[in-house]
């Protein structure tokens, strides 16, 4: 039986991926080119990105793919960069007063640079008109026909003033003209008649004054409306001559500009408005006079704002178009804010307030996101589905989109939007937006999905070194001999865990080689070695590996119970792997099992007491579903099994555990011990194969840490799935401890081969007659089944013929169905 043991145990060639330091006809890095390849093997989204980044438009959007650390975003932003340097630059966009609807300013595009340009030309004709109006309007040109308006119109009053007085004073009244206005008074001896005069006089005679009164008030009337006419006509010159100086004097200013951007409509228009404005609001910009006396406050200056440019988007240094990454994508930060200023207790917002968001300095470009900053800000996210479908970007207040209503503000006018949205992340939020998100599909059309691993072929090994080579260079590391490029590719294979694969996880690989460089630092080494690669891999675990080690002190101390020597029955050595994120290690567990007839088939405690995943229960059915195929074909399967992970508090999920499991429970069932000295993994089908599990090495390790630490007597070792020796990458530790034959590895595919090696007798194949072979394993596992459905045939037989005690179920026999 030995020797056939020894058939299972793994050599120790199959251990571990060793590389050939001489296998890459290398001496080290300082002798390798620069890497031409950006990325490595990443064809895929290589091909994908550049792919989405040439389609045109909106909905033609990437969603780059991936796991943490395989280079997502050095990908994306290595491809976006070179594609951006080739491409034109996107225009400035500038707001600007919207005279016609100033709570509505107007967005105006202009050719990259041309936006700083404009705002200060019109900052300059501002200047120039503060300036050269109120010189205009003091000049002695102007006042002189000024004066000659005014005079023209004082003549022509005066002269409606003497025709007037003329006839007052023939119908012997008098014109009294004051500040109050004009009357007609009746007059005596060329003075204003008395009360007492007035009195005096007939009836006759005072209703002939009354009438001749009347008369020359509408007289009066008549010559007051006249004044009036020549009053407004005078006001009309008067702002005639001013329109006319001041277009002679500063028209050109403006027309100068039109000239200039007459290949620009919408700037045009601005300017004709622009024109139209400080024709109309001359006054502005004449001097203001001082208060008549010191108790009037001051007339305040005139607001010119409305004359500015507010350059939201500067592209004037821009080379090829613009690459934005948005590393907190707020709404406000998305799509610009519109800023208040504190006034007499009250907030004040215009369009010089209007700031872009990365939206708008992306627009043109390339907006890069990580997809889950994003979706943690589900108004960013919804408003940037709304601005790709509408193809514009437009500046609102958070709560109004939302529907909420709000204060009165500004609406700026939206900008039209033509930009490529890439989101970065890992799969599983792809995929989540795809089935949940109906837009997502229709916007985000392009995946770019990176793998994280690569086959380790000559090719990928020689890519390896040049990336070595280029972070060397880049961090200003001293180079790596070819022991350190050999230890490199040992660790790519160890991360990646499979021997025959390299990880893609390109950020370790930088982590590493950076703290290998200090380590040769710290020892004055002209080179990167292999010793000093180790001993960055060994620091870095020591960093995260304080839980392993308390967790391997509780095992010792004999508070966690997990035997390493003799054989018990129904109890085995089971092996899970703690995940802590940036480390993860393995942990031995007891698995026990206990049996007694019955038909509730296999219980698991874990998942009864709601400790265990849906994976570990499927495991445990199938399990089952094992014992009912191999043992119980033509009869009921009469068992009551319980299987519990012997002093664990926490979730249990997994299947990679059901075949230590399973074995526990048959050890049960035919009173054979188990090995203690050995543990196993491997999940189980229903046919009795042995699967591969994930994180063999981490197991395998975990469980010979313990032993050695207790002392290694040569007979403890693993037992692993068939299925996983590719991804054996066990450390050099354990590779020296199986080669010397103090522990040991073996490899099975069927769960027979396993209860050979852990009870140290064949199991038995089922014969022509239907039974196992005298001795062997399943022979008494099979015996055992037999004498419970015997036991409850007895059962029900003894409730159908006798009396039950009270005890005694009256329903029939539990144990068959009875």
Not at 146 to 166: A, C, G, Q
Not at 185 to 194: E, I, L, S, W
Not at 490 to 496: K, L, M, P, Q
Not at 520 to 547: M, N, Q
Request: glycine share 8%; hydrophobic share 35%.
């Amino acid at each position: 039986m030995e020797e056939r043991i020894k058939l299972f145990e793994v050599p120790v060639d199959k251990l571990r991926w060793t590389c050939d330091p001489e296998a890459l006809g290398l001496d080290g890095t300082a002798e390798l080119p620069e890497l031409k390849e950006e990325v490595i093997a990443q064809t895929r989204a290589v091909s994908s990105l550049k792919f989405g980044m040439k389609m045109s438009g909106n909905d033609y959007n990437i969603f780059v793919a991936g796991e943490p650390r395989t280079g997502l975003t050095y990908l994306t932003r290595t491809f976006l960069q070179e594609a951006a340097r080739s491409e034109s630059s996107p225009p400035d966009w500038c707001y600007v007063h919207n005279f016609r609807e100033p709570d509505q300013p107007r967005a105006i595009s202009l050719p990259k640079g041309q936006g700083q340009e404009l705002a200060k030309e019109m900052d300059e004709l501002l200047d120039d008109l503060k300036a050269k109006i109120p010189e205009i309007f003091e000049s002695d040109d102007y006042r002189h026909r000024r004066e000659d308006i005014v005079k023209k119109f004082t003549h022509e009053r005066n002269n409606i003033l003497s025709e007037l007085e003329k006839i007052v004073k023939e119908n012997g009244f008098i014109l009294n003209v004051s500040q109050a206005g004009m009357m007609i008074v009746p007059a005596q001896n060329g003075q204003p008649m008395t009360e007492e005069a007035l009195e005096g006089l007939s009836d006759e005679d005072k209703d002939k004054l009354k009438r001749l009164s009347e008369d020359l008030q509408e007289e009066m009337n008549q010559s007051v409306q006249k004044i009036k006419s020549l009053e407004k006509k005078l006001k009309e010159k008067l702002k005639d001559l001013d329109r006319r100086v001041a277009l002679h004097a500063v028209g050109y200013l403006i027309d100068d500009l039109q000239e200039k951007y007459a290949e620009h409509p919408s700037v045009l228009s601005y300017l004709k408005e622009v024109k139209t404005d400080v024709i109309k609001s001359l006054d502005d910009f004449k001097p203001k006079e001082a208060p008549q006396t010191p108790f009037l406050m001051p007339q305040p200056e005139s607001d010119f704002t409305r004359y500015k440019v507010n350059v939201l988007i500067d592209n004037s240094k821009l080379e090829g178009s613009p690459v934005v990454y948005e590393v907190n994508p707020t709404y406000a930060n998305l799509f610009g804010v519109m800023e208040r200023r504190a006034s007499f207790g009250a907030l004040f917002t215009d369009f010089t307030m209007i700031r872009g968001g990365s939206l708008h300095r992306a627009n043109g470009g390339y907006l890069v996101i990580q997809a889950l900053d994003l979706l943690q800000w589900l108004i960013s996210w919804e408003a940037l589905k709304r601005a790709l479908k509408n193809r514009k970007i437009t500046i609102e207040e958070p709560a109004e989109m939302l529907g909420f209503i709000t204060t009165k503000g500004i609406k700026p006018e939206p900008i039209p939007l033509k930009v490529k949205i890439i989101l970065i992340g890992e799969p599983y939020i792809y995929h989540l937006l795809y089935q949940r998100d109906e837009q997502f599909k229709k916007l985000f059309k392009v995946k770019a999905h990176l793998d994280d691993l690569v086959e380790r072929d000559r090719e990928e090994m020689l890519k390896y070194a040049a990336f070595a080579a280029r972070v060397v260079r880049e961090e200003g590391l001293r180079h790596l001999d070819k022991t350190g490029l050999a230890r490199l590719l040992e660790y790519g294979v160890e991360v990646a865990g499979r021997q025959k694969k390299l990880t893609l996880k390109m950020a370790l690989l930088r982590d590493i080689l950076r703290e290998a460089g200090f380590w040769a630092e710290e020892e004055s080494s002209d080179l990167i070695t292999r010793e000093h690669l180790e001993k960055a891999i060994r620091h870095k675990k020591f960093r995260s590996s304080l839980p392993e080690e308390k967790v391997q002190e509780f095992i010792l101390d004999g508070y966690v119970n997990v035997d390493t020597v003799g054989a018990k029955v129904g109890q085995m050595n089971g092996l899970s792997v703690y995940d802590l994120g940036d480390y993860s290690f393995g942990r031995p567990s007891r698995i026990t099992a206990s049996i007694s007839l019955g038909r509730q088939g296999v219980v698991a405690i874990d998942r009864e007491s709601k400790l265990s995943g849906n994976i570990h229960t499927k495991g445990v059915l199938i399990m089952e579903g094992y014992l009912k195929g191999r043992y119980a074909i033509d009869r009921p399967l009469s068992l009551s099994a319980s299987l519990v992970f012997e002093q664990s508090y926490g979730m249990v999920d997994g299947d990679s555990a059901s075949g230590a499991e399973l074995f526990a429970l048959l050890s049960r069932l035919a009173d054979v011990p188990l090995k203690q000295n050995l543990a196993a993994t491997g999940a189980v089908s229903q046919q009795g194969e042995v699967q591969p599990v994930g994180g063999v090495n981490q197991k395998i390790e975990g469980f010979f840490d313990l032993c050695e630490a207790r002392g290694l007597n040569g007979d403890q070792g693993v037992i692993i799935p068939s299925g996983n020796l590719p991804d054996l990458m066990l450390k050099t530790e354990v590779v020296e401890a199986i080669k010397a034959g103090v522990f040991h590895v073996y490899a099975v595919s069927h769960v027979d081969q396993a209860l050979e090696i852990l009870t140290g007798r064949p199991a038995g194949e089922r014969g022509e007659d239907g039974t196992f072979p005298e001795g062997t394993f399943n022979r008494l596992v099979d015996q055992k089944l037999q004498d419970f459905l015997e036991k409850a045939r007895k059962f029900m037989k003894e409730g159908e013929e006798g009396p039950r005690s009270s005890a005694e179920d009256p329903g029939g026999c539990d144990a068959c169905g009875g």
